[in-house]
């Protein structure tokens, strides 16, 4: 006799508040109410009689349970959505380059490759790890991927995905010398991923501007301080798209419940004359397919808001 599923709606909740780690921001995303995703994942676990989260003074983490169903469920949720683009992507062949953020290639592209290849594969596609926003105008470039503003002359563009920010660092880091408030970030060191605007960005809205000048070190791209954050040499800001496997792994925690809108977003840049480009159109579907099921809240959760009430996102940085 087959076994029963559980629902898919509590499995949705669970999904996106072990994500997280945040009711508030599961229910942001699934765009119900805090009790509906916390009803929702207590039903869960009394269907499968067994504790997802551990809950301790309003906060959240996973149970050695809920830790073991995380990366499984998120991936049924992906075989899902993949299954079902099957039925509306037309097929393309050829090749395709991708020139693309590290961090972003690294931590979130290439561990989805497969997905993408399963889909389609008649297209072979070349990746570059690249920094250089000279690449925009590559005449061997195809597709653009950048977090900045738009400005692209001569270029066609989409805005992808606007992320939010927020402090992590290992499981080990925070064993060793852990982090119960914000004054506990003083005892550790910051890495920088630009020229400290992002992190000032944050400490403000923490109300702790003078941790600025403490201990830090300085990255050229958000790739080389998130390699350090999961080596364990302090705490970077992380966003919430490169990041998402990261956490749903255990290689990076989050370890304070603070996050701030981005200065700037995700776009995809491509040459105006491959608009209709079915080889262009099916990888930007994949590339907004694979995000639908891991969207940010629309709004950043600001525990403390800047005194003038405003908005972090105003200047240029380089995560990269």
């Not at 090749?95 to 290439?110: E, H, N």
């Not at 993408?116 to 105008?137: E, M, T, Y």
């Not at 702790?208 to 350090?228: C, I, K, N, R, W």
């Amino acid at each position: 006799m087959a076994k029963r599923l559980p629902p898919l709606n509590p499995l949705r909740a669970f999904e996106a508040a072990a994500r997280h780690l945040s009711m508030s921001r599961a229910a942001a995303e699934l765009n119900v109410t805090h009790g509906a995703v916390s009803h929702q994942v207590r039903a869960l676990e009394k269907t499968l009689k067994t504790a997802l989260f551990i809950r301790d003074a309003g906060a959240i983490r996973l149970s050695p349970q809920g830790a073991a169903l995380l990366p499984r469920v998120t991936q049924a949720f992906a075989s899902i959505t993949d299954a079902v683009s099957l039925l509306t992507q037309p097929s393309a062949e050829g090749d395709l380059a991708i020139s693309c953020l590290p961090s972003l290639m690294t931590f979130w592209l290439i561990p989805r490759l497969s997905r993408f290849s399963q889909r389609h594969p008649g297209v072979r596609l070349k990746l570059i790890a690249s920094n250089d926003k000279k690449r925009v105008n590559a005449p061997d470039i195809d597709v653009w991927i950048t977090y900045g503003i738009e400005a692209w002359p001569n270029r066609d563009w989409k805005l992808w995905f606007e992320p939010s920010l927020f402090p992590v660092c290992s499981p080990a880091l925070i064993n060793t010398q852990p982090i119960r408030s914000m004054a506990d970030l003083s005892k550790h060191t910051l890495l920088h991923a630009d020229d400290g605007r992002e992190w000032n960005t944050w400490l403000g809205a923490a109300g702790l501007p003078e941790l600025a000048t403490g201990s830090q070190h300085v990255m050229s791209d958000a790739h080389l301080a998130t390699l350090a954050a999961i080596h364990g040499h302090g705490l970077s800001l992380c966003d919430s798209l490169t990041g998402v496997d990261l956490l749903a792994e255990g290689r990076l925690v989050v370890p304070l419940d603070l996050n701030i809108v981005a200065p700037e977003a995700f776009y995809i840049v491509y040459r105006r004359e491959l608009n209709r480009s079915p080889l262009v159109r099916t990888f930007i579907d994949w590339l907004f397919s694979e995000t639908q099921l891991r969207r940010p809240p629309a709004e950043p959760i600001l525990r403390n808001t800047p005194a003038d009430g405003k908005s972090p996102r105003k200047k240029r940085s380089k995560r990269l």
